[in-house]
């Protein structure tokens, strides 16, 4: 919104003022697929759906289709993107690669605000019932934690794997009762804290390659803990 806008104009315009979330409102609904791969929709209808201007939610699905959850083409309307299951193979092999590393550089040092928005998040997922923003709040978890390492470049880089792995999660369409990610979050913030690489190193391993049993055994294990994000 323009900051410089009057509250006469602001109340005049149908749409709402409040946009900072919009990106998180819109990909929620994706992982809910409440906008799913088969969806027909467009920049338009979509900015009706949220009640926001089409300028705004073109900047959204912008930075979507960056992340490559949404495709964009010329003279096509948007779609949702659908991994498969090379591309979520490739995708969390530079996940493990990138994040253990971060995981290392965290623990150097960790500041103690950086530690609460780590706990917040996960008091946050261990509160949340609906699916999409539970998936959505652990991909938000692995990118603060990655914001601690103080490297940008591979923080940037795991910023475009971790919502390509949240979408695939979404389409494996497990119950979110069956997600357990914020406990093992839990043990990483604890492992953080106390500056122990090894241990934070040993569960996100561990994490990963849950996630990796999840995502690329096309029938799941009964009885085994799944995570998200």
């Known amino acids: 919104m323009n900051s410089f806008a009057s509250p006469q104009t602001l109340v005049a315009l149908p749409f709402s003022p409040a946009v900072d979330d919009l990106y998180s409102r ?23 759906m949220f009640s926001v201007r089409r300028s705004d939610m073109r900047g959204v699905l912008n930075q979507l289709s960056h992340q490559q959850i949404i495709v964009l083409r010329i003279n096509h309307r948007p779609r949702v993107a659908a991994p498969d299951v090379e ?28 530690l609460k928005r780590l706990r917040t998040l996960v008091e946050s997922q261990r509160q949340c019932t609906e699916q999409g923003r539970a998936i959505r709040l652990s991909g938000e978890f692995h990118l603060q934690l990655a914001q601690m390492a103080g490297n940008a470049p591979l923080a940037h880089f795991l910023g475009s794997l971790v919502p390509l792995t949240s979408l695939a999660i979404a389409q494996f369409d497990v119950r979110v009762q069956d997600y357990c990610a914020w406990q093992v979050h839990e043990e990483i913030v604890t492992a953080v804290a106390h500056e122990d690489a090894l241990k934070a190193e040993a569960l996100l391993s561990g994490y990963l390659d849950d996630l990796e049993d999840m995502l690329l055994n096309p029938l799941p294990i009964p009885g085994k803990n799944r995570v998200a994000g």
Do not use: K, M, N, Y
Request: glycine letters at 2%.
């Open 87 to 114: 591309q979520t193979r490739q995708t969390l092999h530079a996940r493990r690669l990138t994040e253990i590393t971060l995981a290392h550089l965290a623990c150097r040092q960790p500041h103690p605000q950086d």
């Open 26 to 48: 819109v990909f929620d609904a994706i992982l809910e697929q409440r906008i799913h791969a088969g969806s027909r929709f467009t920049e338009e209808s979509l900015a009706q």
